[in-house]
């Protein structure tokens, strides 16, 4: 056991100061995203207001891609979720 008191005399032990510190730069990070989060929804609620007063189709299907009736069924067959087997 003499090993582990060499190990604790190591550890830095941090302070309420630097807590503070820390907890400061989250709280500014996270004001930093809420307020980028703010900036992209009016931006995306203005333009699809616009998109939408304009008349234009939101989402254009690609010309080089068949319709969603018109796809191929895919060839990879999906297994059925079974239930659990119970263990023991």
Known sequence: M???RGDES???VMTDGGWQRILRFMDEAYADY?????ALRKRVVGDVKRK???GEVL???RRD??????????????RRARGR???G
Do not use: F, I, N
């Not at 891609?65 to 999906?78: D, G, M, N």
């Open 59 to 61: 989402d254009r299907p």
């Open 65 to 78: 891609q068949p319709l969603p009736r018109e796809r191929p069924a895919s060839a990879v067959r999906h």
């Open 85 to 87: 087997r119970p263990r």
């Open 34 to 38: 809420l307020t980028g989060m703010v």
């Open 10 to 12: 190591r550890r830095r």
């Open 52 to 54: 939408l007063s304009d």
């Open 2 to 4: 003499a090993g582990k």
